[in-house]
């Protein structure tokens, strides 16, 4: 490891302790990741974003340490320093081995960060979903929730950004008119809310660590729609081990393309019109 001055130095700022020596971390398209090894021995990441918009490392904090707070609940890294533009939290080592063992208690770890709760449908303060704005205001119900504040607000971004025709626009629209018939009643659950494969670390503690949360009161079924859209090693095992801690609702597997249409429409803001036109193939399905 070497030393880059200007990030040490501002680690050692917020940390109240001498940085030794720092690497470059590959991997984020959004901030920038610093490796830090501290004088105490620790190991740390640094993520930075100069001019990173208002409330934007705010909003990630905020969510680790919800997350953090549940009693046996999904592991988060530790929130050691945090500012405007940059956070830094401990460090998880990654390992090699993906063992069932750390899946099913990955599985029984998500069961019980969802029984935990929320006060009710979205938070108190809005956060992101990878660069967009993640509007959180509250509402009477899950679907009113979910139609309002998660799908219609990226299909219109989607539409103004030419990624996704208007065919396929029609179609999400017409899945949007039915959420009440299509999604059953259930009580907030505490989400992690942006659960695909590239937030679960695989530690050498041979255990699963989830980072960078969207974090929110929503319905459980959208953590479970975004990990089987995007995959994850061992994923039936990890469901089981759910389902037997906090059974789901018959029928979640049919409903799994509802609450995808939302991952599938940021993707289609940020990447491009591809997840545009996956959408509206998935919206087709509920016509």
Not at 78 to 93: G, I
Not at 143 to 160: H, M, N
């Amino acid at each position: 490891m070497a030393r880059q001055p200007l990030v040490a130095r501002r680690a050692e700022e917020l940390l109240g302790t001498a940085v030794v020596a720092t690497s470059p971390v590959a991997g984020g398209d959004i901030a920038t990741a610093t490796r830090l090894r501290l004088s105490s021995g620790q190991t740390a990441l640094m993520k930075t974003l100069p001019h990173a918009p208002e409330g934007f490392f705010e909003a990630e904090v905020a969510g680790l340490r919800w997350l953090a707070e549940v009693d046996g609940g999904v592991l988060v890294p530790e929130v050691l320093a945090a500012a405007p533009d940059c956070v830094v939290l401990a460090w998880v080592e990654q390992g090699q081995k993906t063992p069932v063992e750390a899946a099913v208690a990955f599985g029984q770890q998500l069961a019980t960060t969802h029984r935990a709760g929320a006060d009710g449908w979205g938070l108190d303060h809005d956060g992101f979903i990878g660069r967009l704005p993640l509007p959180n205001k509250g509402a009477d119900s899950w679907p009113e929730f979910y139609a309002v504040r998660r799908v219609l607000p990226y299909l219109k971004l989607a539409r103004d950004r030419g990624a996704i025709s208007d065919t396929d626009a029609a179609a999400v629209e017409a899945v949007v008119g039915r959420l009440t018939e299509l999604l059953p009643e259930d009580t907030p659950a505490r989400l992690h809310g942006d659960l695909w494969n590239g937030n679960c670390l695989w530690g050498q503690d041979l255990a699963i660590h989830v980072i960078d949360p969207a974090a929110h009161g929503g319905h459980r079924e959208v953590d479970l729609a975004m990990l089987h859209l995007f995959g994850l090693t061992h994923l039936p095992r990890v469901v089981a081990a759910y389902d037997e801690a906090y059974p789901l609702a018959e029928g979640w597997e049919d409903r799994l393309g509802v609450h995808q249409l939302f991952p599938l429409l940021v993707h289609a803001c940020m990447f491009g019109g591809g997840y545009g036109a996956r959408a509206g193939a998935v919206a087709a399905r509920f016509a």
